[in-house]
């Protein structure tokens, strides 16, 4: 690095953290990634069997194909609908290990705290050119580097929200995690045996919840004395179908009039308007129950998948200034363009820098996390915003 290089951290070595660490390299800067997982694209291998609804051509980002075509790259076919695995194999893995992006990346690196050197969050006087100090852990323990400016494109994965109704966990919730999975688990392939011939409910509307439905449906059908539950909060299942043939996304599109199908063909029970506010455990099973002890409904299952979107974790920023929107938790400015009350990701114009910036000089949050809680972030988003 010269003296005239600037130093950026990013955090996060999925599509958008690399896709910003290419960028800074075109334009001179000096890159470095904090990954918390041993490689990159951790959270993409947790959902490594769902088929995105995007295809190829709107997955790969410009500067990082421009740094893969350098290496020898053979770029897939822009026409096909790859899966998250696809995305780690032919994507995100040889990017992170065949270009000039590999000696930049920090695997097993979680970062915990987020300063400027010198000041804590109250002290202003010459703050704006103190460097950021990045504290993070790895295995050999707490080690720290600085940096002029941070992307934190940490994402969302990892902070799923809970099964309770009005943004609260369930009461009992925290003590039967072990018959709770969070997001989209493999119920077709490396988590078959854990729901096949069990009682599995689902939660959730959105396509994440319909996706892990329509496997289950599918598990059913392979696996006698499977029995499905879908736990709606809302009571209005037909606003899961989305827009059908309409939709932007023609893949979306299909998952949800396909979805449509299995429930008017009574091939799952659907629960509606079922906040959940309780889950306790009745002969050894998970009770799930919503509504007022003396007045409520329950269902009893052997299973629950929460698939209710996810929040992002500001735990490691406390000592950064941040200015974000009071219910969607994302950067002031952006949270208009992109208010799930008003818009769907098809209507959310590009942005970038102007639009997250925080009141802290140099610091980002890009990515899935710059959303904060509205659920229509696409990934070709997030490389507009780097």
């Known amino acids: 690095m010269t003296d005239t290089q600037k130093a950026v951290a990013i955090i996060g070595a ?6 910003a660490a290419a960028h800074a390299l075109e334009r001179n800067l000096n890159p470095v990634v904090l990954e918390a997982g041993a490689a990159a694209g951790h959270a993409i291998r947790q959902w490594a069997h769902v088929r995105m609804f995007s295809p190829w051509e709107y997955n790969v980002d410009k500067a990082a194909e421009r740094l893969l075509v350098a290496a020898g790259w053979n770029v897939p076919d822009p026409n096909a609908y790859p899966t998250g695995g696809d995305l780690i194999a032919r994507y995100i893995e040889p990017l992170a290990t065949r270009t000039a992006l590999k000696d930049r990346i920090k695997t097993s690196a979680r970062v915990t705290a987020i300063s400027r050197v010198g000041f804590d969050k109250v002290k202003s006087k010459g703050r704006t050119s103190a460097p950021f100090e990045i504290r993070y852990q790895n295995g050999r ?15 969302t994965w990892f902070s799923p929200r809970s099964a309770g109704v009005n943004g609260l966990a369930a009461i009992g919730e925290a003590k039967h995690t072990s018959r709770i999975s969070y997001g989209m688990p493999d119920v077709l392939g490396a988590s078959r045996a854990r729901y096949a011939g069990k009682t599995v409910a689902v939660l959730g509307a959105g396509h994440s919840a319909i996706g892990t439905l329509i496997d289950l449906v599918c598990l059913k059908d392979k696996a006698p004395g499977t029995s499905v539950v879908w736990l709606l909060r809302g009571d209005e299942p037909e606003k899961a179908f989305g827009g059908g043939a309409n939709d932007k996304l023609a893949a979306r599109g299909e998952l949800g009039s396909a979805f449509a199908r299995l429930v008017g063909e009574g091939r799952l029970q659907v629960e509606t308007s079922f906040g959940v506010t309780e889950i306790s455990e009745i002969g050894g099973r998970p009770r799930i129950g919503a509504g007022s002890a003396c007045c409520g409904r329950h269902v009893v299952v052997d299973e629950l998948i929460v698939a209710a979107g996810f929040r992002p974790d500001f735990g490691f920023l406390s000592e950064v200034r941040l200015s974000l929107d009071p219910a969607l938790d994302c950067p002031m400015a952006l949270a208009p363009l992109i208010d799930p009350n008003e818009h769907s990701c098809g209507t959310v114009r590009p942005h970038g820098a102007r639009e997250l910036a925080h009141p802290e000089a140099g610091f980002y949050i890009a990515g899935m996390k710059a959303y904060g809680r509205a659920p229509t972030f696409l990934m070709l988003t997030g490389y507009e915003q780097v």
């Open 14 to 19: 999925g599509p958008v953290g690399l896709a």
């Open 141 to 155: 323990g707490w080690e720290s580097l600085t940096a002029d400016a941070v992307i934190d494109a940490s994402g």
